[in-house]
């Protein structure tokens, strides 16, 4: 499964109502949502509403925004968050913003993700993978995960091409000229692609993350990865 569809859930997941008599996770909840939220999208708790759609209200709004605050305080590392009040139904509640601000895992205690609509304790895995997040290189590949790319050679091209007979393209350095392909995999120590090498005929290819480089597509408005493959590399 690739790291986005494990880690960073859809932006109606990332929704949760509170009332104020009944705080007593919010900790864990801003925790998940820091840790699941995409880097273009928000998370949100609304203080003072519940789940049938019905609106409480809060009896102090800045009291309820100093107790996020604190709470905010015990997470590591720190999370972007904002808070704000809003009047919906004549009533006053607090609104809690969470984006995601690249340090992720967070934690206090266990790290916790959102699986769907449910917070839940990340496992090793999960959690490698969000430190993983940090790597510069690696948080840029992660947002092109089953996404097409181009993927380009250092070496120069030489007599084959992806026109030529598929079995005698692959079975060579692969990577030499430019080509299409989709990001399957990436993480610390290798990405792994899907090379479209005709019309009918794709292969996966993988390449220790020491030999990636990355730059940009002008004409497609892509990814373009490039491979170090000049000899003895």
């Not at 380009?152 to 007599?159: D, M, N, R, V, W």
């Amino acid at each position: 499964m690739a790291l986005m569809d494990i880690v960073w859930q859809a932006e109606d997941s990332l929704r949760e109502k509170k009332v104020e008599s009944d705080l007593k996770d919010l900790l864990k909840t801003m925790v998940a949502f820091a840790n699941s939220v995409a880097p273009d999208d928000t998370a949100r708790i609304f203080i003072g509403e519940k789940d049938d759609d019905t609106v409480q209200g809060v009896t102090n709004p800045d009291n309820i925004q100093k107790s996020v605050t604190k709470e905010a305080e015990k997470i590591y590392p720190e999370i972007y968050y904002r808070t704000e009040v809003y009047e919906r139904e004549g009533k006053q509640c607090v609104r809690v913003d969470i984006k995601n601000n690249g340090l992720a895992p967070h934690f206090r205690g266990p790290a916790w993700v959102r699986r769907g609509a449910v917070t839940i304790k990340a496992t090793e895995q999960l959690y490698q993978q969000m430190v993983e997040q940090r790597l510069d290189k690696v948080r840029v590949l992660s947002q092109w995960l089953n996404k097409e790319v181009t993927v380009a050679g250092t070496q120069p091209s030489k007599a084959l091409s992806m026109g030529d007979n598929a079995l005698e393209f692959v079975s060579r350095e692969w990577s030499v000229g430019i080509h299409q392909a989709k990001l399957v995999t990436a993480n610390a120590h290798w990405v792994t692609f899907e090379v479209q090498v005709s019309a009918q005929f794709a292969k996966e290819r993988s390449e220790p993350m020491e030999k990636v480089l990355l730059s940009w597509d002008d004409e497609r408005r892509r990814l373009m990865i490039l491979i170090k493959n000049w000899p003895n590399v």
